[in-house]
């Protein structure tokens, strides 16, 4: 990492996601807790993101060359307001749901979730389509999943490396799609 100071790590820093996200507050400071840099965001557009699509919210407006030569091996929290750090570590990740990949893809299908997906995207202008899993949620809640099946089903998204619901089109539909469902066990009468 470079020689920067803390305070122009923070101007630098604001004034790349600060073009984006109107009113995000920064500190940057070393924590004692991991004993190492930190850049801790704090921003209510974060309010509706899992943990991973607000970390690519935030570092894919920071130039590559900027990031590599001043932010490795730093630590970054992106929090709501109010939100601690706490409660913020004990958020599930896309890591932790691998047992259950199965079980959402098969949920997808009996919602019949990416044709309605596609439905919707349809009818957004190409100009005005959200880089982000916005429409899958909103069609996912218009299925009357319970809050946390759509965590996990945007998890399962993130897990496959995709973070834009035209994404979930292309690179998750035939994954899901494809998986074999599972088979029922048939049981055989003795003797037989």
């Known amino acids: 990492m470079s020689k920067k100071t803390h305070g122009q790590l923070q101007k630098d820093l604001l004034g790349y996601v600060g073009k984006l996200c109107d009113g995000i507050e920064l500190e940057v400071g070393v924590n004692p807790r991991w004993d190492r840099l930190c850049f801790t965001f704090r921003w209510k557009g974060f309010d509706d993101l899992l943990l991973e699509e607000r970390f690519r919210k935030v570092a894919r407006m920071i130039p590559g060359d900027y990031f590599e030569k001043h932010c490795q091996g730093a630590v970054w929290l992106e929090l709501t307001p109010g939100e601690s750090i706490d409660e913020y570590l004990k958020q599930p990740r896309s890591e932790d749901i691998d047992a259950a990949i199965p079980k ?58 995709v973070y834009t619901d035209w994404e979930v089109l292309k690179a998750v539909r035939p994954i899901a799609e494809s998986t074999p469902k599972p088979t029922r066990k048939v049981r055989s009468k003795k003797g037989k």
Do not use: H, T, Y
Request: hydrophobic share 40%; proline share 5%.
């Open 104 to 161: 959402i893809w098969k949920q997808l299908g009996e919602i019949e979730f990416f044709s309605r997906l596609e439905d919707e995207m349809v009818r957004i202008p190409p100009a005005e389509c959200p880089d982000d899993l916005s429409v899958s949620k909103r069609v996912l809640r218009a299925s009357n999943l319970k809050e946390g099946d759509v965590r996990e089903c945007c998890l399962a998204f993130i897990r496959q490396n």
